[in-house]
């Protein structure tokens, strides 16, 4: 039987690999290029320079305003009631549209008085990137070399990657490069552009590396050296042609407003329109869907460009930023400001440190000569890490959630949240209202990025709703979305020289228990460790691990020290249980009796096993109070390792090494996504699915358990027994498959545990079966035994 189930699993899997390979051969993924298809690089610069040359065509002079489309031109307009008055002309004359250009807060260096490294763009006046600082939070799935980010778009391709932006702190600063450079090879290889540069850095090389620059500069060559590290974490970034963050534009203007939801028909466009939707294909569908949901996260009031217009830097240092634009056609200032949080002198060595902020202003100022009905619209953070795709888990308030989804707070109450998946369905609540909003923004596994209000006086309401948006394109994977928020202000009367002022807070960073709490932040409740029952668990065994930590400096040792100390706890318990097996096994044959005896008669059955029972003082129940108590330290754990963010990317051995380097993820010993298909390496498509690593350590503590339990399981007292026995042994390798992806620290935890389990059971004497006429002795079980085996042995092959 065994031999035959072997072979099924081995069918089995090279039927399920096997296909997987014809199907990727037979419908290669839409992300490959074809064959006359151009590099991503030389695609976008053509297709930035067509989108420019038509913006040029159509675009007014500078200080033009756009002219307004009449009824007739916008489709399912209604007609004026009255001829529309003339807009007052403005006060200031109007500004030239100022160059692109990107400016950096705070430093990558964990010596500088700074959290974390801001990119803003003057393109929108954008927030484009959050690195921390900490080498504690790196990037723990890319582990190559970092330089910086140097390259925000790609004029001149295939001329060398061109610096744009250099980071104080990070390698490229630290070897000299400046805006305007343009990299030309990098140890010799030649650079075409900030792609090929990447995709280099990734492949050959590694942290603490040393790597020689060949940079043009003022159309001279010059050597530089650079000395890589670990890419620091982007809490927020951007991703592919997704917006950026904090993108703001004018929600209302007098009587022109913006939609607040996608355009859904009523039933009578529905009813019109079914039969026309019935002839389109599916993909047909999905593409208009797709081309709506653009236009509803890009809209923007007619003659107004605030997402894409560059606006003007008028102040900046080392910790804020001022960018300004002008409407003349609407007679509106606009001002964007970027302050960054600084870490004092005296609390540089405090890793707690509330610093991990920006503050951000947006103020509207009436210029013209009339009084004007204005409201704005804010998008929030998003590009949030995705780290930990394909065996992240985590539990929230709502239940199952995914890699980033939104969270929002009102009047300090139990934060809401919406998942990853319904926000790239749609399927979301109604909009919330502003009461009181404490926060509103993206939660992740570790991390989070949040926006607080900063208003003295709470009572007065900001803003009509807000809710989640998904940015960017639909990805298949649902639980991927790249989830933001979008604030609908509540529209103001502004008289000619009056402003509107609303400070915020964005906190960007770690889901740290003593930073979260701070009164600069007050987000204690993102932590979130599941019920009751089990977040007492969880917070108590973290408070004991971080213990353990700060004796050994390791918490790959301090994981096998909480194992022992609460095996040690259970030992009565555990030490009670195991002589209650062994009391079962000594009681085994007379057990097989009684059923012999009683087998057409249930309860004389029960009331004979009873009585046994009673005779030798055994209690069958007394197996399950151990169950009972590991089973919330087993999830406690497990909420332990999903939570506390000490314990992500915490290496076994060492940072260095890769396997076991990170005790929050599985162990990752050997990268086999070169040779298995695409359904298995993704680690998201189901039970198979088991990622692009090979991991040992979940198939050592299923092969222990199983040792475990084909040593200390009682023998089997009749056929049916023996088959329960075979049944259970092959559930092992079920789930060995469920935990196949599990946390590596979870897996220390069981294979401990199993150990001690052997070591335990070496204090009790073995077991001798009892039967009526005194104790069975050896030869006699081993008689029994090999009965049994017979007689299975002659079903089996009766079977045959």
Known sequence: ???????????????????????????????????????????????????????????????????????AEKPNAEKPAAPAEKAPPAIRAPEPEAPQQWVTLGSASDK???????????????????ELSSPRYCDVDDRSGYLGHLA????????????QVVGPGTPAAEAKLKVGDVIQTVDGKAVWDDLSLRALLKKDTKPG?????????????????????????????????????????????????????????????????????????????????????????????????????????????????????????????ITKTYRLAKVPNDSLTDPNFPAYHLEFEIEIRNVGNKPHKVAYRLDGPNGL???????????????????????ASCGGRTPVMVGASYVATGKIPQPWSDDELTFVGVDAQYFSSVLMPERANPAPVWFEDFFPIRVGQFDPHANLTNTSCRLIGKAQQLKPGERLTNR????????KTSILENDQYRLGELVYFGWPIFAVVAEFLTWILHGFYAVVGNYGLAIILLTLFVRGCMFPISRKQAAGMKKMQELQPEIKKIQEKHKSNAEALRKAQQELFQKHNYNPLSGCLPLFIQMPVFIG??????????????????ASIRWCSNLAAPDMMYDWSWFMPAYVSSGMQGIFSLGPYFNLLPIIGVILSTIQQRMFMPPPADEQAAVQQKVMQYMMV???????????????????????????????PKAVPVTAGGPETRAQAKAREKKLAEALAKKNRGKK
């Open 1 to 71: 039987m065994e031999r035959r189930f072997v072979i099924f699993l081995i069918l089995s899997f090279a039927i399920l690999l096997g296909s997987s390979w014809l199907m990727e051969w037979l419908y290669p993924a839409r992300h490959r290029p074809a064959p006359d298809q151009k590099p991503v690089a030389v695609a976008k610069a053509d297709k930035e320079k067509a989108g420019k040359e038509k913006a040029e065509k159509g675009k007014p002079a500078a200080g033009e305003q756009k002219p307004a489309k009449t009824a």
């Open 112 to 130: 500088a008085p700074y959290r974390m490294l801001v990119t803003l763009d003057s393109r929108g006046a954008a927030l484009a990137r959050i």
């Open 152 to 163: 925000m778009n790609v004029p001149g391709v295939g001329k060398g990657c061109p610096v």
């Open 209 to 333: 590396q040393t790597v020689h620059l060949t940079v043009l500069r003022a159309g001279k060559e010059l050597a530089l050296t650079a000395t890589l590290r670990r890419r620091p974490l982007e809490v927020v970034k951007p991703e592919d042609e997704d917006p950026l963050s904090l993108l703001a534009t004018l929600q209302q203007f007098d009587a022109e407003r913006l939609p607040t939801s996608e355009k859904k028909p009523d039933e009578k466009e529905a009813a019109k329109d079914k039969e026309k939707e019935a002839e389109k294909s599916e993909r047909e569908i999905a593409e208009e869907k797709e081309q709506l949901h653009k236009a509803f996260i890009a809209a923007e009031l007619d003659g107004v460009r605030l997402r894409t217009a560059n606006w003007k830097l008028v102040a900046s240092d080392e910790t804020h930023a001022q960018f300004r634009l002008l409407l003349s056609n609407k007679g509106l200032e």
């Open 385 to 407: 890490p995705t780290e930990g795709k394909w065996y992240a888990s985590r539990v929230t308030r709502s239940g199952g959630s995914g890699i980033r989804d939104f969270v």
């Open 504 to 511: 915020f807070k964005l906190f960007a960073g770690p889901k």
């Open 637 to 654: 754990l497990w909420r332990t390792l999903s939570v506390a963010i000490e314990l992500r990317d915490a290496p076994l051995f060492s």
């Open 734 to 764: 079920f789930m060995g498959l469920l935990f196949y992806k599990f946390a590596s620290g979870l897996c220390i935890y069981f294979i401990v545990q199993s150990l001690w389990g052997f070591v335990e059971r070496k204090f009790l």
